[in-house]
T-cell receptor, first 112, second 116 residues
């Protein structure tokens, strides 16, 4: 089983739609979780951290399910500018000596 | 807005040559990282660096690789004898705190390394 696994997509949805991605992780000792977005041939940019209680930032909602070892990202009212690859990132600890693992990413394409 | 910078943007080198990739992290950040991304593949962690020493490294970061913070601003990745499979985009990142907290890692724009 991959350490961090994502559906590669692509997800092709119309503008205004709601879209959700899941990411599963294999290490039950994982401590911190993030969603990044990466535009084509650009660097990853942090979208949001994922907290145990779930968190929301505007149109974006992230959830963590430790029991089932997955995190999710929900995008509401999608915009053309949301087209990107969404990367799930998991770390093994809280210190700098943490293993940092990126998922392969889920491609999202928003059509007009 | 402060940003991480990387030079060069593209480096072409011959197999067996040494290359040094340079990064200038954000000035008040304490933690530094190198990642690589082979074209079409996922971002892979190479190494983290704090307080002038390596904190964590992946299996990819073998004896061919080394990192250094030669002065107060630069953070470098050296590949001693490049192989064809080292061709990738190399990203530098920095954060004010360790990646395991909610602190954001800021990524540089990357250096595309092509080994011929």
């Amino acid at each position: 089983r991959k350490e961090v696994e994502q559906d590669p997509g692509p997800f092709n949805v119309p503008e205004g739609a709601t879209v959700a991605f899941n990411c599963t992780y294999s290490n039950s000792a994982s401590q911190s979780f993030f969603w990044y977005r990466q535009d084509c041939r650009k660097e990853p940019k942090l979208l949001m951290s994922v907290y145990s209680s779930g968190n929301e930032d505007g149109r974006f909602t992230a959830q963590l399910n430790r029991a089932s070892q997955y995190i999710s990202l929900l995008i509401r009212d999608s915009k053309l500018s949301d087209s990107a690859t969404y990367l799930c990132v998991v770390t093994s600890g809280y210190s700098s000596a943490s293993k940092i693992i990126f998922g392969s990413g889920t491609r999202l394409s928003i059509r007009p | 807005e402060p940003e991480v910078t990387q030079t060069p943007s593209h480096q072409v080198t011959q197999m067996g040559q040494e290359v040094i990739l340079r990064c200038v992290p954000i000035s008040n950040h304490l933690y530094f990282y190198w990642y690589r991304q082979i074209l079409g593949q996922k971002v892979e962690f190479l190494v983290s660096f704090y307080n002038n020493e390596i904190s964590e490294k992946s299996e990819i970061f073998d004896d061919q690789f080394s990192v250094e913070r030669p002065d107060g601003s630069n953070f470098t990745l050296k590949i001693r004898s490049t192989k064809l499979e080292d061709s990738a985009m190399y990203f530098c990142a920095s954060s004010p705190d360790a990646a395991g907290t909610a602190y954001e890692q800021y990524f540089g724009p990357g250096t595309r390394l092509t080994v011929t």
